[in-house]
């Protein structure tokens, strides 16, 4: 510890020099994002030596490295506490505390799960980040388990982490989230008899396509859209799948393909004059800070003849039960004049018969009313 | 007896066992079964098409709208055209069937509507759709409706309720098939495959109207012949108890040459379209109260969904919802006119009819306070029941009031006033929602609009069955005094007075026991 203590002060009497030099290579210090991104990329590149050299690495030069990259990102009012570097056997990465910064565009979230009593069994919690963020994963154990305390392990993939808070019963880490290298899964793990872990899933919005295929017709137009709900996309990019492979559309074969964005989070590819060979399947991809997504889209091109069966055999149909109809009511009207007729005759017999009773019974039935 | 005499026995028997020419206002006994039942067939088909179709071609919006690139209220213009149409071509399609009967005008509309929905398969804009599948399927659609309900009332009388009610039943049946089979359709043929097999479908409705066997002019003619035949050889018999046997099979003679002597300009008019109807108090009662009724109709089934989902219910669920008021529907309209056949609740119809009215706004008064999707469910339960009360007893309702005969100009007068408030309804709810961002004050206006007008129905036709008792005891009074039915003017005034104030079949109901001949006396003073 106290050797750590003398590398500090060393450290911060680099800082002066180091801030120049990067102040000079980030741009204008008003861009936040080309400061980020300038800083995420030799933080990364910091972050891959570490994981590829696991043994041999020297924390040292690479946390100044780290340091200083976020004095630069952030503000005059961060107040930055260094760490411990580690001197346990294996590389563990050196996480830095600090306190949020307000003024700071990158958010700060914390997650926590609670991990189940239950043995051989995983919690998973799925993370979606569309743009660089702090964050805070947490395991919390019931108390219970408190006499496992120390066989508490945090990884990335296969690499342990050491993890930076610890209060009575949860385990944290914290996390810059710059670029695509550092999503994927975290996870916390406790051993003892019983393995119970819990698993972060870092992962870059997912964006909709359509499952359904979109059907349409040789000579019309085809529109298909890709949603993205909630996180607005920097780009979108369409793409074809050409036998194997996957070309690029490229707005520049305007009569053909006509991409259009109503809003940021909708884009819409408009396919022209639409050929057999235009069947098949479509990506939408929608890049985000933090990596790219995809959806799939298919489409059917069919000829007329397809819907036009169906239609012929239902007016078929139909103008047969017409015919069915009509022929069962001239053959039945048939039936019931040949029977009035009939009727008739035998009411006129019938009359005749009752001659001096009937008219009696009529006029006393009518004077009833 | 001399031949004479057995001439004028043959006429008397068949003026009084057959239907005279003048009963209630058919001038016939409707048969009540027989091939009515494949006429109730027949017309729940097409009022199944005519209600149903707007709803279930919601399916092809998003498509719509993508291909178009326009808005949701653009394409949402399409049904609101269609509905439109489908109710302002009520009078068109009354005039039609005055003029040529039902059958024709059916398969027309059969016709038009295949037309228009193939035609709208080969739109290139949407202002092309506006006019194939909003203005010619609509028109189409309303040449199917009308006559459909028409023909019930020339076919039933006494099962009329149970016969509305069955025809009625036809719009959800139609829904739980087309629903499902549109979006089958639109998944298989993508939507121009689809309106062209929709074209196909909808000329079933040229079946339905095949059914609708003409019935009135054909057996009544033959009939008029007899009584013509039996009237010369009683005018040869100029005797005071002949004439006053046979009065009433002559008044309507006399009027009827008399009505074509002095045919004015008026009269015309009313014989394709009765305006005289405006005159009609129990048509005035009808008019005004579903008028109110229809502007709190329509909204909660159209927001249903959109509130399941508001209060976080996912969309299968809330499609599910309104499964559960179809499939409640579908029973509750045969049930309910079974029940208003009964014999208890027929000559009180018109109470009934208001009861379920009001019955329906109460559901919608108390639906802000479901909480949950059980409680929606238990709402979607309630709504069905009485949506399918309303609904079954819409046209059964205006038949008794005004009669078979007038029904044809009623029911165009009625749909094309309804028309406005029908189509005002849903975008008045979607106000509300949107300046108060809470569906329950959409709930609750269209539950107070409903429990007013059924409660205004209750109050005037109260009103109402007190006027036509009234009535009622005057002409008994009147015809039971010898003086009166000794001039026949003052016969045929009484009659014609009679007949615009129109009034319900009570009398043939009430004394049903007494047998046919009393039936058609009663109709007679009606």
Redo the contacts between chains.
């Keep these: 510890m106290p050797a750590s203590c003398l590398g500090e002060s060393r450290r911060l009497l680099l800082l002066p020099l180091l801030l120049l030099r990067c102040g000079l290579s980030a741009g204008s210090p008003a861009d936040p994002a080309v400061t980020a991104k300038d800083a995420s990329h030799s933080q990364a590149s910091s972050l891959t030596k570490m994981q590829a050299g696991l043994l041999e690495s020297s924390p040292e030069p690479m946390t100044t490295a780290q340091t200083v990259n976020w004095q630069t990102q952030g503000s005059s009012s961060d107040h930055l506490t260094l760490g411990r570097s580690v001197s346990a056997p294996g590389s563990d990465l050196a996480t830095q505390e600090f306190k949020e910064a307000t003024k700071d565009n990158i958010t700060f979230v914390k997650y926590e799960a609670l991990l189940p009593g239950v043995s051989g069994t995983s919690v998973e919690k799925n993370i979606i980040l569309d743009s660089a963020t702090r964050i805070e994963l947490s395991c919390r154990l019931d108390k219970k388990y408190s006499h496992l305390q120390s066989q508490v392990t945090w990884k990335k993939g296969n690499e342990t982490i050491r993890y930076i808070n610890k209060t009575e019963n949860s385990w944290s880490i914290k996390l810059q989230i710059l670029d695509s290298s550092n999503m994927g899964s975290y996870s916390c793990a406790v051993k003892s008899e019983e393995e119970i872990s819990a698993e972060f899933h870092l992962q870059v919005p997912k964006i909709e396509g359509r499952e359904k295929p979109i059907v349409s017709y040789g000579g019309d137009t085809a529109v298909m859209m890709c949603k993205s709900s909630g996180y607005t996309p920097i780009a979108w990019t369409w793409y074809v799948t050409n036998g194997s492979e996957q070309m690029a559309i490229n707005a520049s074969l305007a009569e053909k393909y006509v991409i259009s964005s109503i809003s940021a989070n909708v884009t819409h590819l408009k396919i022209l004059k639409l050929t057999e060979e235009d069947d098949g399947e479509y990506w939408c991809e929608a890049a985000f800070e933090l990596g790219e997504s995809r959806a799939r889209l298919r489409l059917r091109v069919l000829s007329f003849m397809v819907p036009l069966k169906p239609f012929l055999a239902i007016v078929t149909e139909a103008v047969i039960l017409v015919t069915l109809i009509f022929l069962y009511e001239i053959y039945s009207k048939k039936k019931e004049n040949h029977a009035e007729d009939e009727k008739e005759f035998d009411q006129v017999e019938q009359l005749k018969s009752e001659d001096s009773n009937g008219l009696e019974n009529s006029s006393a039935r009518h004077r009833r009313i | ?1 001399t031949v004479r ?2 001439k ?3 006429a ?2 068949l003026v ?1 066992t057959m239907s005279p020419p003048v009963s209630s206002d058919l001038g016939y006994i409707p048969p009540d079964g027989g091939w009515g039942w494949a006429v109730v067939f027949g017309a729940s088909i097409s009022v199944g098409f005519a209600y149903t179709f707007p709803k279930a071609f919601t399916i092809y919006f998003k498509e719509l709208q ?2 178009y ?1 326009i808005s949701y209220s653009q394409i949402a213009w399409i049904t609101s055209i269609m509905c439109a149409t489908t109710y302002g071509g009520g009078p068109i399609s009354s005039i039609l069937v005055n003029r040529y009967g039902s059958r024709p005008v059916v ?1 027309f509309g059969g016709l038009l509507c295949g037309i228009g929905m193939v035609s709208a398969a080969f739109c290139t804009s949407i202002l092309q759709l506006y006019i194939c599948v909003g203005f010619i399927t609509g028109f189409g659609l309303a040449l199917n409706l009308q006559p459909s309900v028409i023909i019930i009332g020339k076919y039933f009388l006494k099962r009329r309720p149970i016969a509305n009610g069955l025809a009625m039943a036809g719009s959800p049946v139609m829904l739980c098939t087309l629903a499902p089979l549109n979006q089958f359709l ?5 939507w ?3 309106f ?2 929709l ?3 909808l ?2 409705c ?2 339905a109207g ?2 609708f ?1 003409p019935i009135g002019a054909d057996t009544a003619s ?1 009939k008029m012949q007899k009584i013509e035949e039996g009237k010369e050889t009683l005018k040869e018999e100029v005797t005071k ?1 002949a004439m006053e ?1 046979s009065s009433p099979a002559n008044v309507p003679m006399e009027t009827k040459m008399e009505e074509e002597g002095e045919k004015d300009c008026c009269e015309k008019i009313n014989q394709y379209l009765d305006f005289s109807l405006f005159k009609h108090r129990g048509f005035l009662i009808y008019l005004i109260g579903n008028v109110l009724m229809f502007l709190g109709f329509f909204a909660p089934i159209v927001f249903l969904a959109p509130y399941a989902k508001h209060i976080g219910i996912d969309e299968y669920s809330a499609a599910f919802l309104l499964s559960i008021l179809a499939i409640v529907d579908m029973i509750a309209r045969p049930t309910t006119g079974i029940i208003a056949n009964s014999k208890w609740v027929r000559p009180r119809i018109q109470y009934f009819f208001s009861f379920s009215i009001a019955f329906n706004g109460a559901c919608h008064l108390l639906c802000p306070l479901a909480s949950g999707y059980t409680g929606l469910v238990v709402y979607s339960v309630f709504f069905g029941l009485a949506f399918g009360m309303v609904c079954a007893m819409l046209f059964e309702t205006l038949m008794d009031l005004v009669g078979a005969a007038r029904f044809t100009s009623a029911v165009g007068l009625v749909t094309i006033a309804e028309c406005c408030t029908i189509l005002l309804g849903p975008p008045i709810g979607g106000t509300l929602i949107d300046t108060f961002g809470d569906y329950k004050y959409m709930f609750i206006k269209c539950g107070a609009v409903m429990v007013l007008a059924g409660t205004f129905l209750f109050i005037m036709n109260y009103y109402n069955y007190r006027m036509l008792t009234k009535e009622e005891k005057e002409r008994k009074a009147k015809e039971e005094d010898p003086k009166s039915v000794r001039t026949e003017n003052e016969g045929r005034n009484n009659w014609n007075k009679e007949a615009t104030q129109g009034g319900p079949e009570l009398e043939p109901l009430r004394e049903e026991q007494e047998g046919l ?1 009393k039936e058609v ?1 009663g109709t007679n003073e009606v």
């Design positions: 007896m005499e057995r004028v026995v043959f008397l028997k009084l993508a291909v690139s398969m639109f998944d298989n043929f993508g121009r495959g689809s062209l097999i074209g196909a479908i000329l079933h040229c079946v095949a059914l066997r033959v108890d046997m001949k006396n």
